[in-house]
């Protein structure tokens, strides 16, 4: 048997204006989705445990079989895991965005425009970061590039007691309100301060304003913690597993659970990413490498939340259908496989809200060896019906493996 995960990051929604009132999921043309859910289990997954924000780091650990209140130690060491920054025992993380401020004068009546500085490139978004640690690194504060405008500060002594505000949280909003709070919080308001100094004429934000592009002209701080411990996934769960995603975030939670994390050519954690090569890679990794267990994360959904884009969410919706559970199925069947897959967003990432929530999320579980169902399609409506519910979203994955 070969277990696949399918998460499309963000995917469940609420309803729509432009879709007249229905979801994302009520109106996405998603024929191989809804055909595993109307002859699998259909049901409804808690993945935010009470006391914790709605974030991706949570929400996926939870999903992937681990209980946060014992494993989670904050977002920014899973990040510093994948970009290959060896984290002491003393040392405190912070996600640091690069986002576009707007220009008014002090810089504490600024408002954030754009969480993800017009969704830059990493090239163009490690020249900047290198700009920043010449300028502000000491002998126990580090800066260090990741992947587009998902970057990371090591402070060696620093404090996670600090109250900080996800960007993406306050899109088009006055970021007063939402400065650091806490344990150095001076400290890193006069780091954000000062990037925002040293970004607003570095050449490549002049080249990108004159290429009607949005500059990144802040840092912005969130996301703190402290070096990671998780169970081997392997020892866990008694399976070789994969993880195939283009987000820091789920790969470093691979390699902290000892998972294999497999990187794919035009994976770009949006709607326009490689689908075709992320199904291919996870075919190949169960196929050839001799894994048994894959998961496949899915940006898309979850980006187009935070835009508020409707169509570009939908979209990507029916591009996971077609292109990487659509592929896989056809595959594993016309080459008699058996297989499991797990279908389900992380949380939902409403359009009309722009960020998380921590609302339960419709799963689906398909097994191909059985011919039983809920002969339901999949959406958020009908997973309430049927009354299957996980109250700790950890609970799902040995219920998924095992059951």
Same mark, same amino acid.
């Given at each position: 048997m070969k277990y696949i995960v399918i998460l499309g990051d963000g995917m469940a929604d609420h309803?729509?204006?432009?879709?007249d009132g229905q979801t994302i999921l009520d109106v996405a043309n998603k024929p191989n989705i809804d055909f595993m859910c109307k002859n699998g289990e259909l049901g409804m997954v808690k993945t935010v445990a009470d006391g914790f924000a709605p974030g991706s780091d949570v929400a996926n650990l939870s999903v992937m079989g681990y209980d946060i209140k014992k494993s989670y130690s904050g977002r920014s060491p899973l990040e510093a895991a994948s970009i290959g920054v060896k984290l002491k025992d003393t040392d405190?993380?912070?996600r640091a965005n690069l986002v576009t401020l707007s220009d008014d004068e002090r810089f504490e009546d600024k408002t954030m425009v754009?969480?993800?500085a017009g969704e830059i490139t990493t090239e163009e978004a490690r020249e900047l970061i290198k700009a920043v640690e010449k300028e502000l690194h000491t002998d126990d504060i580090h800066f260090y590039g990741g992947v587009s405008y998902r970057h990371l #500060?090591?402070?060696d002594g620093g404090s996670t007691n600090i109250k900080l505000t996800p960007p993406h949280d306050i899109s088009d909003k006055k970021i007063t309100d939402h400065l650091p709070k806490g344990d150095n919080d001076?400290? #890193?308001?006069?780091?954000?301060k000062k990037s925002n100094e040293i970004l607003k004429n570095h050449p490549i934000n002049q080249k990108r304003i004159k290429e009607g592009k949005r500059p990144a002209t802040s840092v912005w701080f969130w996301g703190q913690g402290t070096k990671p411990q998780l169970e081997n996934f392997a020892d866990k769960f008694g399976l070789k597993a994969s993880v195939i995603s283009a987000v820091d975030l789920i790969k470093g939670i691979a390699i902290c659970a000892d998972m294999k994390s497999i990187d794919v050519e035009g994976a770009t954690g949006n709607w326009d990413t490689n689908f075709d090569g992320k199904a291919e890679a996870a075919y190949k990794t169960l196929m050839e +490498?001799?894994? +048994?267990f894959v998961y496949i994360h899915m940006e898309a959904p979850d980006e187009c939340g935070h835009q508020g884009n409707a169509e570009k969410k939908k979209l990507s919706v029916e591009l996971i259908d077609e292109k990487v559970v659509g592929y896989l199925r056809n595959r594993f069947e016309k080459e008699g496989i058996n297989y499991k897959m797990l279908i389900m967003p992380d949380h939902p990432t409403p359009i009309s809200l722009k960020t998380?929530?921590?609302e339960a999320v419709p799963y689906v579980i398909y097994d191909s060896t059985k011919n039983e169902g809920s002969n339901l399609s999949y959406t958020e409506k009908n997973g309430k019906k049927t009354g299957i519910?996980?109250?700790n979203g950890e609970d799902l994955m040995p219920h998924f493996i095992k059951n």
């Open positions: 309803a729509v204006s432009q879709f405190v993380t912070f754009d969480y993800s #500060l090591v402070w001076e400290k #890193l308001l006069e780091l954000m +490498d001799g894994a +048994d998380h929530v921590s519910y996980f109250e």
